[in-house]
């Protein structure tokens, strides 16, 4: 029985793939209307080591951020960032990391 | 003349805002700016502390008296409103510096007030300033404002176009009020400005922010 399970761990891990994607975090922002405050936000965000990527929507008025692997960035401290640089915050978004197994 | 003298003062009056641009940058923010006008070249150098606070260098050459200063100045942020589509801001800003008049040099404070609202489309401004110096004549009370309005609206990261009117009244000038129309460009960390005034003095501003 236990070389039995042993046998069915083995072949459960052998055939499934666990894929991580990064989180991805939107922020709707107010008052972000014009080049310096879009540049300003961009700066203060680079100096996070946790974002992969930052990409700044003045249409949108959003300020999307995708963190590298296993990084996380609490509301709290994005919002912190965000209102220390004059800007108000109206919501923030995540896209959860997703755990994926694909057969 | 009398009309567009009564527009002129009542658009002073009327508009809200920094005739140039918000002195204050993102925190541990850096900005160099330099205004050339009809009026005098000023040169700019800032450090933002906070959102709320920068303190800086300013060098002006006076056109008007041949007068040179140099000074430390103070931004403070005193109010900002931001919605979904606008910002509007309140300053106040100071100086502490050194006016070369007359070939004699002596202490000199100014102190100032400017306003903004923009959104991605509208732009007004307003500022006025008050400088005290034993020896200075004229040109110690000036304000100035301005109305814009981009042809079309970019996303970040590409050229932005304002077509922009400036009027700037000095009552103690000859000539006191001064309307400039300009173009501003503007993209990333740099934005510049070109214009020309009623009394064909060429009007040239930049800034970079680091």
Sequence with gaps: ??????????????????LYADETITAEVHGMVCEFCAVGLEKQFEKCDEVESIDVSLEAGTVKLVLK??????????????????????????????????? | MGILRSFILTLLLLASASAFARPVSWPGGWTSMQRNSFEESRLHLHYSQNAFNSYGLVLEDSHQSDAKYAGLQWNHLLKRRNTRYS????????????LDAVN????????????????????TSYEASYREADNLNDGNFKHAARI????????????????????DHLPDA????????????????YLFEAGMSDEQ???????IRY
Excluded: C
């Design chain 2, 201 to 207: 003095d060429a009007l040239f501003n930049w800034i």
């Design chain 1, 1 to 18: 029985m236990k070389k039995l399970s042993s046998i069915l761990l083995i072949s459960l891990l052998g055939s499934t793939t666990f």
């Design chain 2, 104 to 123: 004699e040099e002596e202490l000199a404070a100014t102190i100032g007030i400017g306003g903004d609202w923009e959104t991605r489309r509208y732009f």
């Design chain 2, 87 to 98: 910002q509007a801001n309140l300053y106040f800003k100071a100086q502490l510096g050194v």
């Design chain 2, 174 to 189: 000859e000539d006191d009020v001064v309307i400039t129309p300009l173009v501003r460009l503007f993209k990333g960390n």
């Design chain 1, 69 to 103: 692997d296993g990084q996380q960035m609490d509301d709290e401290r994005i919002t912190k960032i965000i209102t220390d640089n004059g800007i108000n915050v109206a919501s923030i978004k995540r896209d959860d990391a997703e755990t994926v197994a694909a057969e």
């Design chain 2, 148 to 167: 814009g309005i981009a042809p079309y609206v970019a996303e970040y990261g590409n050229w932005h176009t304002w077509l922009m009117l400036q009027v």
